[in-house]
């Protein structure tokens, strides 16, 4: 799935696997970052810890 106009391209596909970004053509990576990873936010309070994050995640 992707979005363009005159300005930016949008792909959402695994940055792994996609075909679709030529090498160093990028500008910038907008990401989200790992949530309940030891940080506290206002809906949750980040019991899990980083270590565990990756190893979830694998």
């Given amino acids: ?3 363009s106009n005159e300005q930016s ?4 596909e695994d940055v792994l696997t996609t075909r679709a970004i ?3 053509s990028i500008d ?3 990401t ?3 949530y309940n990873v030891d940080i506290k936010y206002n ?3 980040g ?3 980083y270590t565990d994050y990756l190893i979830s995640n694998l």
């Fill in 1 to 3: 799935m992707s979005f």
């Fill in 9 to 12: 391209t949008i792909i959402n």
């Fill in 22 to 24: 030529e090498k160093d």
């Fill in 28 to 30: 910038l990576i907008v």
């Fill in 32 to 34: 989200s970052p790992p």
């Fill in 43 to 45: 809906s949750n309070d």
């Fill in 47 to 49: 019991a899990r810890s």
